[in-house]
């Protein structure tokens, strides 16, 4: 099983790139009701998938599609995140404090998480092809280690959040941009 690079390194990469899907998982999990482990599940797992397939994608599209997506991502990274931190900021405030996992978890929020936390693993794809080195080992290394994460993630925001009700929904949202607004700002500087 050749990856290309030491198994320490590896699990670093993976750990790395899995902290923006943690901390977004965490901060979703506070303003949710009871959490069913099959949303975990689906939003772990759709977090993972991503993490397998954007790393490869940019392996193979190489320079040509990175170079493109790069002039923007970070926006579209901040206007999802935007987006669905607003909500829950909205819901905090002038809510009853608790949102229906299926709100968060349905299927146009996850979209935008999904995208939103892994573009950055398509420029590793990216930096693999341009050292020469094998991508398949590494992104599902990267894909696990995104799972397990998020999965963990969630559950734990989910029950801090329970003990600290609307302010941890509003607080959730506002780091949920607060992510977004520093992904922009590393892009730009």
Do not use: C
């Amino acid at each position: 099983m050749d990856t290309g690079v030491d198994l320490v390194s590896l699990l670093l990469l993976s750990v790395g790139l899995a902290m923006d899907a943690f901390s977004v998982a965490t901060v979703t999990g506070f303003g949710l009701g009871r959490i069913r482990i099959g949303d975990a599940a689906r939003m772990s797992i759709s977090f993972g998938v991503a993490h397998v397939v954007m790393p490869v994608l940019g392996w193979f599209l190489g320079s040509t599609i990175v170079d493109l997506v790069s002039s923007y991502d970070h926006w579209v990274a901040f206007l999802l995140l935007l987006f669905v931190g607003g909500r829950m900021v909205k819901e905090g405030l002038y809510g009853d404090g608790e949102v229906d996992p299926s709100e968060i978890l349905g299927t146009v929020s996850l979209i935008m998480f999904t995208v939103a936390v892994s573009i950055d693993a398509l420029a590793v794809g990216l930096s693999f092809r341009l050292e020469d080195l094998p991508i398949l080992v590494p992104s599902l290394f990267m894909g696990a280690g995104t799972l397990l994460f998020t999965f963990v993630g969630l559950l734990v925001g989910n029950k801090t959040g329970k003990a600290f009700g609307k302010k941890a929904q509003i607080m959730g949202g506002l780091v949920l941009i607060g992510i977004g607004a520093r992904i922009v700002f590393t892009h730009l500087v």
